[in-house]
């Protein structure tokens, strides 16, 4: 596993489309890897590969530790509720506000083996499947947050 390069705000790479992954190969499992292990070196609880420069539909979130969840062309299949709580994000340091997401989501994704699954998130691991996902379509927290100053 190989500790992976975070880009940061202002990196036009976080403004682009990921594009969907075509084959779940080896490298892709390599990537989901090394994306955890990054994840755990900065003490964040979920990452998209567009944060370390590459724009494939490919997410990571651990909420709890030891409960990582890989998420390959995720698509939100369902939502409800609302809530309306901190968040931040490893490509904008030192920085935090409060966005309204869905108290529920319901992800569908494949897995590393290339196997349809299909995940059930509520409160934080809902607003980190959102948060992640958003990122594959080049959106920011920011984008939609109401800043705390720090
Ligand atoms: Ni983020």
């Given at each position: 596993m190989a500790k992976l390069h975070i880009v940061t705000e202002g990196d036009r790479v976080l403004r682009l489309k990921s594009r969907p992954v075509t084959e779940v190969n080896d490298r892709i499992k390599t990537l989901l890897d090394d994306m955890t292990e990054t994840m755990r070196e900065a003490d964040g609880c979920g990452l998209a590969a567009p944060q370390v420069?590459?724009?494939?539909?490919v997410v990571v979130v651990e909420t709890e530790p030891g409960v990582v969840y890989e998420l390959i062309n995720p698509v939100i299949v369902e939502k409800s509720g609302d809530q309306h709580e901190v968040e931040g994000c490893l490509s904008v340091p030192n920085k935090s506000g409060y966005t309204h997401r869905p108290a529920y989501v319901k992800v569908e994704a494949l897995d590393r083996n290339g196997n349809p699954v299909t995940y059930e998130g509520r409160d934080l691991l809902a607003r980190a499947f959102c948060h992640e996902i958003d990122h594959l379509d080049g959106i920011l927290y920011i984008d939609h947050a109401e800043m705390i100053d720090n």
């Open positions: 420069g590459v724009l494939r539909r």
